[in-house]
């Protein structure tokens, strides 16, 4: 029983931590991850008897574990964007998945393959799993207060939420496109357009049109439902029960679950007849789960750091890791940007903050749990690992200042975005 109480005081001490942590953070500029990152260093240090990563994962617990904690961020990032960002304002997160991920993917895959000398489904699955940005462990250069949209527009952060949100299902194809590669032994028995078709096309398509439908349907009902039948609901609840319902309904449906989550929230939080303060109390609720569920998991991770997860890549790995975080993401971000009417400070924010995270964990996880038989499965949890740690502290230390930067001026708006907004606005008369 000892142990028993060993752990809830550890994990009970950490959350309550937690609970102040968002506003050290803002003070000292620090990002929370790597604060809560130095707590799991020190339960570990002192050896709280939790189930500490040995030093790898139960890659089917792991999978179970990220994915919860993915969705409900994906929710998350949806009930955060509001109507007043246009079309034209889309086009940056749109080329951020559809050029950018694409150059870090290709980036990722030739580096793995000839630098690293992976193979070439443990290449593709290393550039699969490094896609997507992290919704989660990026929460805090993400838009915060969905109420807070009319009084200004935050071009950056809308720019990063959107993107998290978009890329963390688009990624899966190209996951797929790894466990099949290395089921079929290699490209040449590889069927690209089954592939294409079928887990890129159609399960593309199925998750967004489920999100949008859900979404909007849920939005109907709430507008409507006490109308018709005088019952209602004011709970942010809905919004966890939300996430779960249209996670599982659209994987059942052959669709990615992902996409759906995402595009669900995006879809409520535009159907105009609900109010703001019940969006934003939907928004919080899944913000403090969410908040609950990364302390848990940082913990563990860095648990799993010190417990030998990083001594399973040579320098290759490491200086692979670097040259992603510090090099490949930053230069493709600005390729991806080129043709946007944009500052190069905005353009070189956003380039820079594609911090990597927990949707990484999930797709490595995943892809074991389909497929056991990848060469280098060890190396992948160690670069990938190294990969989100230096991505906790560089993008931690260096993100708080960054978005303050952005809102400096007296309504939290910055001068650079209001000088883009003029422009953009100009533009579209």
């Not at 799993?129 to 527009?153: G, I, N, Y």
């Not at 090099?327 to 905005?346: D, H, N, T």
């Not at 989100?388 to 200042?401: E, F, K, N, R």
Request: with cysteine; hydrophobic share 50%; net charge neutral.
């Amino acid at each position: 029983m000892k142990e028993h109480y060993l752990i809830l005081t550890g994990l009970g001490l950490a959350t309550l931590l937690m609970a102040w942590l968002p506003s050290i953070s803002k003070k000292i500029k620090v990002s929370s991850p790597i604060l809560l990152l130095l707590i799991g260093f020190a339960l570990f240090y002192i050896d709280i008897p939790l189930s500490w990563p040995d030093p790898l994962w139960n890659d089917l617990n792991l999978m179970y574990f990220s994915e919860m904690i993915v969705i409900i961020s994906l929710m998350g990032a949806g009930l955060k964007i509001g109507t007043e960002y246009s079309l034209k304002t889309w086009k940056r997160p749109i080329l951020l998945v559809f050029v950018t991920m694409p150059l870090c993917m290709v980036s990722a895959y030739l580096l793995g393959n000839y630098f690293l000398l992976l193979s070439v489904p443990s290449s593709l699955l290393l550039a699969a799993v490094l896609a997507p940005t992290d919704p989660v462990l990026a929460a805090e250069t993400q838009l915060d207060d969905p109420k807070r949209e009319k009084q200004f527009k935050e071009r950056v952060r809308f720019s990063l939420t959107a993107e998290a949100g978009l890329n963390d299902g688009m990624a899966f194809p190209f996951t797929y496109m790894a466990v099949l590669v290395a089921q079929a032994g290699g490209w040449a028995m590889f069927d690209f357009s089954d592939w294409f078709l079928d887990k890129f096309l159609l399960k593309i398509v199925i998750g967004t049109i489920m999100g949008i439908v859900i979404g909007r349907f849920i939005g109907i009902l709430l507008d409507r439902l006490h109308l018709w039948t005088n019952i209602k609901t004011f709970d942010g609840f809905l919004a966890l029960s939300l996430t779960i319902f249209s996670y599982g309904i659209t994987e059942l449906l052959y669709g990615y679950g992902f996409l759906a989550v995402f595009f669900a929230g995006l879809s409520l939080r535009y159907y105009e007849k609900i109010s703001g303060d019940y969006k934003k109390k939907m928004h919080d609720f899944v913000h403090e789960i969410e908040r609950l569920l990364l302390v848990v998991w940082i913990i563990l991770f860095g648990g799993s750091l010190l417990n030998g997860m990083l001594e399973l890549t040579d320098w290759k790995g490491v200086l692979f890791a670097f040259a992603f975080v510090l090099i490949i993401r930053p230069i493709a971000g600005i390729i991806g940007l080129i043709g946007v009417r944009e500052s190069l400070k905005s353009k070189l924010a956003i380039s820079f903050l594609g911090i990597k995270g927990i949707g990484s964990v999930f797709y490595l996880s995943w892809a074991y749990v389909q497929f056991d038989g990848f060469d280098n499965s060890n190396e992948l949890h160690a670069i990938t690992a190294y990969i989100i740690l230096i991505s906790i502290v560089v993008h931690g230390l260096t993100a708080p200042s960054i978005i303050h930067y952005f809102k400096k001026d007296r309504f939290g708006n910055s001068v650079v975005e209001e000088e883009e907004s003029g422009i953009e606005e100009k533009s579209e008369k």
